[in-house]
Structures are given as C-alpha cells and as structure tokens.
C-alpha cells in the first residue's frame, strides 16, 4: 500500500523531472493533514528499514508549505 501512495505525493517524470502529485492541490488544509496523518500511520506500521520512498516524496511535497512543520512533527525520525 505504501508505494501506491507515493505517486499522490510525488512522481519523477522521464523529460520533465520531479513533479508534485495530487496532494498539493488539495484545497483544504484539514484534509492534507488527514492524508499525512494516514502517511505517518503507515511509516509506523511497516519495518522501519522499508525504503519506498514514501517518506522522501512526502517531504518534497510538503517542503515549504504550511504542512512542512506539522509533517515534521508527526513523521517518524
């Protein structure tokens, strides 16, 4: 399930490089931070050592929004 998910953050396209997925263009910030909070359940949930890139794509997501702060505090470090 948790690589399904990456794409929802973030893709790498061929010729146009690293692209935002889906969860930048939700509207309302509640709902972005119900889909980190599902993010953080499965991180925590599966093997620590598992490197899907999920938590990569979710980072490059967030990163300078107002969720980056609230990620940074709910994510597993």
């Not at 939700?26 to 999920?54: F, K, Q």
């Amino acid at each position: 399930m948790r690589s399904r998910i990456v794409p929802y953050f973030s893709i790498t396209h061929a010729v146009r490089g690293q692209l935002h997925g889906p969860f930048t263009k939700l509207p309302d910030p509640v709902v972005r931070r119900l889909a980190l909070d599902v993010v953080a359940t499965l991180i925590l949930l599966v093997d620590e050592n598992l490197d899907d890139g999920l938590e990569a794509a979710v980072g490059r997501a967030v990163a300078d929004t107002e969720e980056a702060s609230y990620w940074a505090a709910i994510a597993r470090t």
